[in-house]
C-alpha cells in the first residue's frame, strides 16, 4: 500500500520556522522525484521544491534562498525545511513522489503564517 504521510505543519509566526517532513511506504523512494507543492485558499496548486532522484534542486522564485529541500533515502522521507516564513506562505503543503508516469501525492499538511 502507497503511503505519503506529511508532518510538521502549524501556526508560526512571520519570520519563524518549520520543517515538514514526508514519510513514505509501498514505493521504490529512492528511483523517484519528490517534491513538495502548496495550494492556498481559492489559488491553484503550486510547485514550491522538487529534488530529483540524483539529488538535483529547484526551487520557486518565491522560496529560494528560504526554503530548502531535502531527502533521506535511507528514511524513505523528504523535507521542507522554511525559514523566514511570511503571511503569504500560508497553505495546504503536498508531496509528491513521481517516477516515469507513476505520481503519489500525500494528504497534505496545513502552513499558517501570522502577521
Known amino acids: 500500500q502507497v503511503q505519503l504521510v506529511e508532518s510538521g505543519g502549524g501556526l508560526v509566526q512571520a519570520g519563524g520556522s518549520l520543517r515538514l517532513s514526508c514519510a513514505t511506504s509501498g514505493i521504490r523512494f529512492s528511483i523517484g522525484d519528490m517534491g513538495w507543492y502548496r495550494q492556498a485558499p481559492e489559488k491553484q496548486r503550486e510547485l514550491v521544491a522538487t529534488?530529483?532522484?540524483?539529488?538535483?534542486?529547484n526551487y520557486a522564485d518565491s522560496v529560494k534562498g528560504r526554503f530548502t529541500i531535502s531527502r533521506d533515502n535511507a528514511k524513505n522521507t523528504v523535507y521542507l525545511q522554511m525559514n523566514s516564513l511570511k503571511p503569504e506562505d500560508t497553505a495546504v503543503y503536498y508531496c509528491?513522489?513521481?517516477?516515469?508516469?507513476?505520481?503519489?501525492w500525500g494528504q497534505g499538511t496545513q502552513v499558517a503564517v501570522s502577521s
Open positions: 509528491r513522489y513521481a517516477f516515469l508516469r507513476v505520481n503519489y
Open positions: 529534488i530529483s532522484s540524483g539529488g538535483s534542486t
